[in-house]
């Protein structure tokens, strides 16, 4: 993958995206620290969404590592190629998951 343009649209897409799972965290950072209600079955609700609100972040911290990973491969000129068997990453799985390492056979 050498068209500069496509990088730039790539690196692009990556900016935004990792601002969006910043964003993302912010707010699971903001609502996990809101105290609890003292009503007991309220506060099982919460609970529950807290756990929710905790998965969703740790999501959003795995995603952000794959996106951090793909950022140094554009700067090393790697990205676009399987980190497995080093072929070209089709353009349509790269629109679908832009942070991906792996080609669609490596990724099975």
């Not at 343009?5 to 897409?13: M, V």
């Not at 996990?32 to 099982?44: I, K, Q, V, Y």
């Not at 529950?48 to 990973?69: C, Y």
């Amino acid at each position: 993958m050498t068209d500069t343009n496509s990088l730039e649209d790539r690196n692009a897409q990556l900016t935004e995206r990792r601002l969006e799972l910043l964003a993302r965290m912010n707010f699971v950072d903001q609502e996990l620290s809101n105290p609890g209600s003292p009503d007991w079955e309220e506060n099982a609700t919460e609970h529950e969404e807290d756990e929710t609100l905790s998965a969703l972040g740790q999501s959003a911290q795995a995603e952000l590592r794959m996106i951090d990973a793909a950022f140094t491969r554009l700067e090393l000129g790697e990205y676009g190629f399987c980190t497995t068997c080093g072929t070209a990453i089709s353009a349509v799985r790269l629109d679908l998951l832009p942070a991906t390492p792996f080609c669609k056979r490596c990724a099975q």
